[in-house]
């Protein structure tokens, strides 16, 4: 079945995006910023990732032999690749490069760019940017610059720093769109523990030879701010967000899911404001509107 009659398929299959379903997306991507303040100050980078990866394993692998879940058949190895440019890739780089002090800012800034990359390059998978998606992409990176704006700042920043962030955007623009071409339907519960064991095996021997973990795992502090972080990411993002991204993949264009990115950062700065005390200002709000206004141009049919 071709690109074009999946979609229309899955149209009239699924609800139209004014649903919960994008809406409880953005709310638990965004909370990924958050668990990153609680989680990294007490576990290096790639370990903290490793324990959130193998802890998914273990949740979900007793359920698949449970429930005799369906193995991809001839495409694992697209869906594992997809995982690691999602998970080791994006996570990853995002991670590190805010250990080594990236500001926040500037971060949500650069991985904000994603949208733009992924209509960029949408003709790759067979898909088309209308000059209405066009414009609303523009909207939407106008409303991530205007939240972060009073939040960007140099200090701490480093090209090892940026370097990992760009490396993280276009792990996560390549993830998607790789998902998108080769792998968009699969069953969740056995594809998701596919992505996230060929990611283990990937991040076990860099977290060895980088941050020189060891069987005792004694560079983590298992203190209850950690565990309650560790178990959000686990339940909340890696395997509730994920499902999730990987539904609106199933039904929608890459560039129409992707521009969802643009609230996250707007969201994640409310959270903030909420939990942490940080500023939210006037200008703040008058971006998130914009961005919003950007989302709905890209997803509007």
Not at 30 to 42: D, E, Q
Not at 79 to 86: K, N, S, W, Y
Not at 91 to 119: D, E, R, S, Y
Request: net charge positive.
């Amino acid at each position: 079945m071709s690109n074009k009659a999946e979609k229309i398929v899955a149209a009239r299959q699924s609800p139209s995006w004014l649903s919960p379903v994008p809406v409880f997306f953005v709310f638990l991507w965004s909370t990924g910023f958050i668990v990153a303040k609680f989680g990294l100050p007490y576990a290096p980078p790639l370990t903290f990732l490793l324990l959130r990866c193998a802890a998914v394993l273990v949740v979900l692998a007793p359920l698949v032999m449970l429930f005799k879940a369906p193995w991809p058949s001839g495409y694992a190895r697209h869906v594992a690749v997809a995982g690691l440019l999602l998970q080791a890739g994006y996570l990853g780089g995002v991670w590190v490069a805010i250990k080594l002090g990236m500001p926040a800012g500037v971060t949500a800034l650069i991985v904000g760019m994603q949208p733009i990359l992924t209509a960029a390059a949408a003709p790759l998978i067979g898909e088309s940017v209308r000059p209405r998606q066009w414009l609303g992409l523009a909207f939407g990176l106008a409303g991530v610059a205007l939240v972060v704006y009073a939040k960007i700042t140099l200090v701490g920043l480093t090209l090892e720093a940026i370097l990992w962030c760009v490396f993280a955007l276009l792990s996560i623009t390549a993830g998607t769109m790789y998902q998108r071409r080769y792998c968009p339907r699969f069953d969740l519960r056995t594809g998701t523990v596919i992505q996230f064991g060929a990611t283990v095996a990937v991040l076990l021997p860099l977290a060895i030879g980088i941050e020189h973990l060891d069987p005792a795992l004694s560079s983590v502090q298992w203190t209850a701010q950690f565990i309650g972080a560790l178990l959000w990411s686990v339940f909340a993002l890696s395997i509730g967000a994920l499902f999730l991204l990987f539904k609106l993949l199933r039904r929608s264009d890459a560039t129409e899911v992707t521009s969802l990115m643009y609230l996250t950062p707007p969201t994640t700065a409310l959270m903030a404001w909420l939990m942490f005390g940080e500023s939210f200002s006037l200008l703040g709000v008058l971006g998130m509107a914009v961005a919003i206004i950007g989302v709905i141009c890209v997803v509007k049919k």
